[in-house]
Nanobody, 116 residues
């Protein structure tokens, strides 16, 4: 069983919204912080956001601040990345990562394409 599975990506028009999910399997996600990264075509992997295991411990990259929001539902063992007012430059594969876990601690990614 892959320990982290992302979903929620897709094709959306500029200005649209998507909510990505990262579900953890085989461990209790509530004890861990979760990073979100993205990788655009031909680019390196870029950190986007972090939601910690304690309330209010949230960090968002300046490039998406005000448009992207992170949250978690520990009852569902899931972290979320809410993306609003999407732009073509947000097109990428989005990954979740749990840095406190042993490898593999990355999901397989979910594709987000922003295009008219």
């Amino acid at each position: 069983q892959v320990p982290l599975v992302e979903s929620g990506g897709g094709l959306v028009q500029p200005g649209g919204s998507l909510r990505l999910s990262c579900v953890a399997f085989g461990f209790d996600l509530s004890y861990y912080g979760v990073n979100w990264y993205r990788q655009a075509p031909g680019q390196g992997r870029e950190w986007v956001a972090y939601v910690g295991d304690t309330r209010g411990n949230i960090h968002i990259d300046d490039s998406v601040k005000g448009r992207f929001f992170v949250s978690r539902d520990n009852d569902e063992n899931t972290a979320f990345l809410q993306m609003n007012n999407l732009k073509p430059e947000d097109t990428a594969i989005y990954y979740c990562n749990v840095p406190g876990r042993p490898e593999p601690n990355w999901g397989q990614g979910t594709q987000v394409t922003v295009s008219s």
